[in-house]
């Protein structure tokens, strides 16, 4: 038994969850996957029931009744897998926006490195990301600057959802007290971990925009960002905050 495994969550990603499960089993260094699906229409979950007999108890998957929110769907993975034994925990996204050559780095950078949380970093040497509209990548860019200066985090991209963990920081991190389920969950995991001293390390990777299948950020997922983000200080401050 491999001692990483890797979280991914899906709603509606036919076009991309086979490709990517594949190719991050063609990698040199063996990770175990953890697909959580919240009951997507388009049948992504029937695919990696297909792919499982391909990599049998290789290829794990959780089937969720509804849309529920990214921050949830990561949670629900992160408890299912504190149930096992293994060491070394990523998310990444489904549609090649985060290359799975890259699980390797983030694997050295806690493994070898020391990290207890390591972020694949699209702003830690400058912008590195494609194809997406300037506006975009200046929201982004923006976004993360504005966590920094709010959350006083010595973090380059604090909305990174490229992540790998030791086990101990799940562990330590109340994952049912976590209150964000959109973008703002990728903060918050942070933070939290940021606040419980855990040492954070970036990657710098490349980010490329998803050629296939649709984006779901929303509006109202960034404002939960904009205003969760001055409340989740306000209560460390005051220390209501449980990590």
Not at 184 to 189: D, H, K, P, V
Not at 200 to 208: D, Q
Request: aromatic share 12%.
């Amino acid at each position: 038994m491999p001692d990483g495994i890797v979280v991914i969550p899906t709603y509606n990603e036919k076009e991309n969850i086979e490709r990517i499960i594949r190719n991050v089993f063609s990698l040199q260094r063996n990770f175990h996957i953890l697909v959580v699906d919240d009951n997507s229409p388009d049948g992504t979950a029937a695919i990696v029931k297909d792919l499982q007999a391909d990599y049998e108890n290789r290829l794990h998957l959780i089937e969720r009744t509804g849309k529920s929110g990214l921050g949830t769907a990561y949670i629900a993975g992160f408890k299912w897998i504190l149930e096992k034994e293994y060491k070394y925990i990523f998310q990444m996204d489904a549609d090649f926006s985060h290359n799975p050559n890259d699980l390797i780095r983030l694997y050295n950078a806690c493994k070898r490195d020391g990290a207890d949380v390591a972020i694949g970093s699209r702003y830690k040497t400058g912008v590195n990301v494609v194809n997406w509209p300037m506006s975009r990548v200046l929201l982004s860019w923006m976004a993360s600057k504005y966590v920094r200066l709010i959350t006083a985090m010595p973090i380059e991209d604090t909305t990174a959802g490229f992540v790998c963990y030791r086990r101990a920081v799940l562990e330590r991190i109340h994952l049912d007290r976590i209150k964000f389920v959109g973008y703002a969950f990728q903060i918050e995991m942070k933070f939290k971990a940021y606040l419980a001293k855990f040492n954070i390390i970036e990657v710098p990777v490349i980010f490329t925009d998803r050629t296939r299948g649709t984006s779901k950020m929303s509006g109202s997922i960034i404002w939960e960002a904009v205003f969760g983000v001055v409340k989740m200080k306000f209560y460390s401050l005051f220390n209501k905050m449980t990590i």
